[in-house]
C-alpha cells in the first residue's frame, strides 16, 4: 500500500477554478488512481479514475468540468477543477488501487459566493 496526501482544496466561487494535488509514498505504476468526494450528509461518491495507461473515467456529474491527470515520475495524480459549482462542495479524496485501496486523509473544497 502507498501512503496518500491531498492538497489543493480551498474556497472558491462559483464558476471558478482549483487543482487538486494528490502526491504517493512511493510509485504509482501499476496503480489505478481516482478521486471521490463526500459532501456533509451524503455518501462517498466518485468523481474520476485515470488507468495506468493513461485512460480517464469521469461521473457524469463532473464530465467536461473536470480532468484527472497523472505522473507516475513524480508518484502524483491531478484533478484539474473548472466551472465549479456550489455542488462540488466536498472534501475530495484520493484513491490508490492495486489489489487493494489505498485512500489519503482529503481536502476541502468549497464552492461560494
Known amino acids: 500500500q502507498v501512503q496518500l496526501v491531498e492538497s489543493g482544496g480551498g474556497l472558491v466561487q462559483p464558476g471558478g477554478s482549483l487543482r487538486l494535488s494528490c502526491t504517493a509514498s512511493?510509485?504509482?505504476?501499476?496503480?489505478?488512481m481516482a478521486w471521490y468526494r463526500q459532501a456533509p450528509g451524503k455518501e462517498r461518491e466518485f468523481v474520476a479514475r485515470i488507468t495506468t495507461g493513461g485512460r480517464p473515467d469521469y461521473a457524469t456529474a463532473v464530465k467536461g468540468r473536470f480532468t484527472i491527470s497523472r505522473d507516475n515520475a513524480k508518484g502524483t495524480v491531478y484533478l484539474q477543477m473548472g466551472s465549479l459549482k456550489p455542488e462540488d462542495t466536498a472534501v475530495y479524496y484520493c484513491n490508490a488501487f492495486h489489489g487493494v485501496a489505498s485512500w489519503g486523509q482529503g481536502t476541502q473544497v468549497t464552492v461560494s459566493s
Open positions: 512511493g510509485t504509482i505504476y501499476g496503480y489505478v
